[in-house]
């Protein structure tokens, strides 16, 4: 059994102002996050998704029930920059969450904050610049760079920070093919360096690269499971609305023709190599 | 007769200054009256600047757009009739909405055509129809409308001017699965309804792939591929190299091929590619 990173027992949240006060944006949620693994969240606009997002560093505190990273409950205020330490966020629009106007300046933000020395602080920019593959960037303006790579600046800001744990809030929604790439590559790469990845997404082709996903309708989660369990469990996509990936589509037409094929087929290399597969056995190539 | 045709059309931004660059160089390509087309290309491949081109929004360096074969930036009338004409919704329209209500804010481009108050509001509430907004939505302030909602007002305010073609960069980035094929469908019906020529700038050669007829592929400010989407589409592994987004059952028979499996990567929807897969089996068979 994994250690837990974040923990939520029974969370449920409503916003204030809003007209439905018996329709909590996020209902009853239990979740553990476990540490070193990338969970991602998939859900509909209006899930409840991007609010549980921000239930998990205290950026929103929950209406009932209660929310521990590593055993600090983020309704504590005065630990609230011990859960900022260790849980950093990535948000949707890279244009909104740089402050700065080198690239370097803006990922020593927030170490500044933290009120490290000049040393260390030079450290931890240039080793996050590097981890993203930005730091033949540093002395860029922010507003020169594609998207991808703003998002790549953001995601250096957090790790200068040293956190255990980022949460990736929809932070490939208004990228190109290309930033979307860039973005899961990095996060890849932080999770297997042991950063606990939290990846919420309306991405199929995303989602399937975690080692956990987390379906979210209505508010609640509907089902929490290997890739593969979730995308063959009908009730489960039924109920949120979501779609198979597209080298699963592929998979299961081919399958229904007669073919058999894994059901564990969720990528395009997958997808390839179970057809490559079938095209062996039936003698079509050596 | 071509609705539309560039003939050698050359964009220079920063023309008279060291960084001069080229967004789009020599374009030349004909759109026919009621056709479906879809612009392809990633992020700074020039397909934003050739659009606003088409309504006189900006102006060749050389070259020159023909509606009805009339060169619009011939004098003021011509530039002001391509405006009524050749609608443009940009990216994340959503953000240019200002209005009091909804239907002030549909109300706008008609109103500005200096058109009757009856004719203004038989558009809006026929442009309102065709995005699937309701009468109480048109009362509202438009920033009381969720995010789909608002994306789709913004694509009515474009509507309303009924142009003769409606030209959408980018009409879905940003959007969950389900509001994809909402504003996806909605605007495939608009087309067959009004018989309008619509222009689809997309990443998304998915959906470039399902709803238009034609594609046209900009990589580095040209037009490298013109033609039916089947043409464009056998070009898969080019297309690949070209950073853009080959839809995964494209990529799942490249690699196949690569794989010393003897298929075609011209397919480029699942049926085509499960049709492709069995007559490869069945050619094992004999």
């Known amino acids: 059994m994994k250690e837990t990173i974040i923990h939520l027992e029974d969370v449920s949240y409503t916003y204030e102002n809003s007209e439905e006060k018996t329709h909590p944006a996020v209902h009853s949620v239990n979740l553990e996050v476990r540490k070193g693994e990338f969970l991602a969240v998939l859900g509909h606009n209006g899930s409840g998704k991007s609010t549980l997002a921000k239930l998990f560093n205290g950026i929103l505190v929950p209406t009932s029930g209660e929310v521990k990273v590593e055993g600090i409950p983020t309704s504590d205020e005065k630990r609230i920059q011990d859960i900022r330490k260790k849980v950093g966020m990535v948000f949707q629009n890279p244009d909104n969450q740089i402050v700065a106007t080198l690239v370097e300046d803006d990922v020593a933000f927030g170490p500044e904050n933290l009120g490290l020395a000049p040393e260390e602080i ?30 790549r600046v953001a995601i250096a800001g957090v790790i200068a920070m040293r956190t255990d744990c980022i949460i990736f809030d929809e932070s490939t929604a208004m990228l190109d093919p290309k930033g979307r790439a860039e973005v899961m590559e990095t996060a890849k790469k932080l999770n297997e360096e042991g950063i606990t990845i939290v990846f919420i997404t309306h991405f199929m082709e995303e989602a399937v690269q975690a080692d956990r996903i987390a379906v979210m309708s209505d508010g609640r989660i509907i089902g929490i499971d290997t890739p593969k369990n979730i995308f063959n469990n009908e009730t489960i996509l039924a109920k949120a609305g979501i779609e198979l990936p597209p080298a699963a589509k592929l998979a299961k037409k081919v399958r229904e023709s007669g073919i058999s094929i894994d059901n564990g087929v969720l990528t395009v290399e997958q997808c390839a190599k179970a057809l490559f597969e079938a095209a062996k056995s039936a003698g079509v190539i050596d | 007769m071509a609705v539309l045709e560039t003939v050698n059309l050359t964009h220079l931004f920063g023309e008279k200054t060291m960084n001069r660059v080229s967004a789009i160089s020599d374009v030349s390509v004909k759109i026919e009256s009621g056709e479906f087309l879809g612009i392809i290309g990633h992020t700074g491949s020039g397909k934003s600047t050739l659009i606003q081109h088409f309504n006189g929004l900006l102006k060749p360096t050389s070259g020159k757009v023909l509606l009805d074969g009339k060169d619009i930036n011939e004098s003021k009338q011509t530039a002001l009739s391509a405006r009524f004409k050749v609608g443009l919704c940009f990216q994340y329209p959503e953000y240019q909405l200002f209005e009091e209500t909804v239907y002030k804010d549909i109300a706008f481009g ?10 203004i509001d038989r558009r809006v509430r026929r442009a309102a129809e065709f995005v699937g907004l309701k009468k109480e939505h048109l009362e509202k302030s438009p920033f009381d409308l969720s995010g789909g909602e608002k994306r789709r007002a913004a694509i009515a305010g474009v509507m309303a001017m009924e142009p003769e073609i409606l030209v959408l960069d980018e009409p879905t980035a940003g959007l969950d699965p389900v509001g994809r094929e909402t504003v996806l469908n909605l605007i495939s019906d608009y087309r067959k309804e009004t018989g309008s020529t619509v ?22 400010s040209k037009a490298v591929l013109f033609g039916t989407v089947e043409e464009v589409f056998s070009h898969g592994e080019e297309l690949l190299s070209m950073g853009l987004d080959v839809p995964a059952v494209t990529r799942v028979f490249i690699q196949l091929k690569k794989m010393g499996v003897p298929v075609e990567t011209g397919v480029y929807t699942n049926e085509q590619g499960k049709d492709a897969f069995l007559q490869l089996l069945r050619k094992g068979d004999c």
């Open chain 2, 199 to 220: 222009i689809l700038v997309s990443h998304s050669m998915d959906d470039v792939a399902r709803f238009a007829k034609k594609a046209l592929v900009m990589n580095k």
């Open chain 1, 122 to 151: 030079r450290k931890r920019v240039d080793d996050a610049l590097r981890t993203v593959g930005m730091y033949d960037f540093r002395l860029f303006e922010p507003h020169k760079l594609s998207g991808g790579q703003k998002q």
């Open chain 2, 110 to 119: 008609p109103t500005n055509m200096k058109l009757g108050k009856e004719e």
